[in-house]
């Protein structure tokens, strides 16, 4: 039998397990004010959330929004060309720490993600030039409001396929997560500035205007050249970007100062590039910000179309905020014209205005008003007929066949100014043009602030089609802007070799948003031109604000050459419709 101790002698262990239980509940609340603080969880950002594409492959089966809908059975697919992107609106900024990509077969090799305050500037979190496809979950570093998978290499002839598209983090920015730009239309100085015939009024002011048709130069080509903000108040500065004008600097530095007197350099290069540069991991703090420039790329001075500041603090002013992006495919129609009219009438006007009086680009003809060169044919289209016919008292370049410097021929050419301008979404139209030596006809805009003094190409030109009769197998599409325009535009052309494209009807369209343009002919894409691509290596865009339809049957001009003993005239230029969606 055994025997149970006595119920006083077990007190004593009681007690002490007690005191043993109450030091370690001391000793933890005492620890805990210590403990690190727990990493908030990531959430998934992005889905249903806002998405737009460089391309579709087909924007009905293959939409955008499909990589963003949580739905693995569907996917966007883009059109089969480098480079393609998918960005995605998280709605406000927030830290981003991991992105999961379900590829489809038609996967990158080459890409990158990255992320952006603003949709337009981005910085890389990621680069791979070794892409596997299948599902790729990658984590990165990042701060923005916008996340984009920026297509490079694809794996196969197709473009790119993503089942899902799908971004984690955490809402706010953490650290850095409240910048914002702090030099828009703060006061800016100069060592010099330009006032001339090379460049007019290009004082410190249109650095920091978030205008990027305008720019500030040195009246000086010497160094050193420099240009600095006022932030109003102490700021800590964490990205400067420069969108340079060709007079670039090769070496500079980045400065931050409390005075405008006493600079500290925050960064320093020898080996600047030009076009633009975006500087990030900044960390300086002062109230003005300064390039100071020792080495120019050549003769001239320096000259920055924009220099932006970003970070914390300061005393920033708000900039206008781009117009809203549409979704592709774009499917609400805020202007179209059928040309059903009857035969011989002039088109709607309340739709379209004429635009009379000598072309530009040396051109030949003269544009008349009424209805004899530009009329419905009362067969569902507008005509637009080029002739020989001379228009007596007008002033033409000389034409080689008559040796005249009267207009010889005459021609049509409407635009929407005043009537429709827009910005941004899908812009098509169906045409046959015309197609013998000489002959111009193009569908195309022009930035609505033409018609209020801004001068070409300041205004920005986007040519949704031109055709010149000597090339008959191709069509073109072009940007023009202040740093590339003429025959230096950038564009690309569409060719169906052995074919005329004067013998049949084809649709010509671009979409168009803040970060791309994407155009088509009879639906299939062939040029897309990427806003970050193009600043990085031609220069400033200049597409974010509203442009008016122009068509036009031109004759002569630098581009297609004179008309010679092979031209036949008159030539009509058929219009089936115009329409815009949004």
Sequence with gaps: MTTAPP????????????????????????????????????????QGKTVTASSTENGVA????????????????????????LQVDLGATATVSRVVLQWEAAYATGFKLQTSA????????????????GTQNLTVNGTGRYVRMYGTARATQYGYSLWEFQVYGTPGGGTGGGDVQLSYNRPAVASSSQNDGGCGNCTPSKAVDQDPATRWATSAWSDPGWIYVDLGATATVHKVVL?????????????????????TDIYSTTTGKGFKETVSNLNGTGRYVRMYG???????????WEFQVFGTGGSPVTPPPLPPNPTFPAGRLVFGDEFNGSNGTAPDAGKWTTDPGAGV?????????????????????????????????????????????VCQYTSGRI????????????????????GTQGLWPAFWMLGSDFKTGTPWPYSGEIDVMEHVGKVADSVYSTLHAPAYNGAGGYGSPYTLAGTDFANAFHTYAVDWDSAHMTFYVDGNAFFTVDRTALEATRGPWVYDHPFYLILNNAVGGDWPGAPDATTVLPQKMLVDYVRVYQ
């Design 7 to 46: 119920a006083a002698a077990a007190r004593p262990h009681r007690v002490l397990t007690r005191l043993l239980t109450a030091l370690v509940l001391a000793l933890g609340a005492l620890l805990v004010p210590f403990a690190p603080a727990a990493p908030a969880a990531e959430s998934l950002l992005s």
């Design 62 to 85: 293959f939409p955008a929004s499909a990589a963003v809908d949580g739905n693995a059975g569907t996917r966007w697919s883009s059109a089969f060309g480098d480079p393609q992107w």
């Design 118 to 133: 603003d949709g337009s500037t981005w910085t890389d979190v990621h680069t791979t030039a070794s892409g596997t496809g």
């Design 243 to 263: 969108q340079w004008d060709p007079a670039y600097a090769t070496a500079y530095k980045l400065q931050v100062s409390g005075d405008a007197v006493n600079w």
């Design 294 to 304: 020792t080495a120019r790329v050549g003769q001239y001075g320096y000259s920055l």
């Design 361 to 405: 680009n040396n051109e030949l003809e003269y544009y008349t008003t009424g209805n004899k060169n530009l009329y419905q044919d009362g067969t569902g289209n507008l005509v637009i007929e080029a002739r020989k016919e001379v228009t007596p008292g007008s002033a033409c370049p000389r034409d080689p066949l008559s040796g005249s410097t």
């Design 415 to 434: 635009n929407t100014s005043g009537h429709f301008d827009f910005t941004y979404g899908h812009a098509e139209a169906r045409i046959k043009v015309t």
